[in-house]
């Protein structure tokens, strides 16, 4: 299994409004069913823009659950990035691989 974090970016406007409840509620399923680990919004960014945390066995899995989003739906995703992450440190780390170089494996959470 492996975290994925994601960078959405949205437009403003009437169309956001109307779909962000959806949006949340599908979230929350997600989080549910354990495959979303957290999701939030960016602070003072120029877009409207939030991160979310996947847990999955592949990228087409990350994608496939976007694309469900009813932003995706509604052509309400305008900027994305998807990374895979190694949460080694920290209170994610129980999601971690645990796998690092040498010179740090004894400070691996």
Request: charge should be negative; avoid cysteine; charged fraction near 25%.
């Amino acid at each position: 299994m492996s975290i994925y974090v994601v960078r959405m970016g949205h437009p403003d406007g009437l169309e956001w409004s109307i779909f962000v409840r959806e949006h949340v509620l599908y979230l929350k399923e997600l989080i549910r069913q354990g495959k979303l680990i957290a999701s939030g919004p960016l602070k003072n960014t120029a877009l409207r823009a939030g991160f979310l945390i996947f847990k999955a066995e592949t990228l087409e899995e990350v994608n496939a659950m976007i694309g469900a989003d009813p932003f995706a739906r509604e052509n309400l995703i305008v900027q994305m990035d998807i990374q895979e992450w190694d949460p080694l440190f920290g209170k994610l780390s129980g999601f971690s691989s645990r796998i690092t170089v040498n010179e740090l494996s004894d400070l691996v959470d």
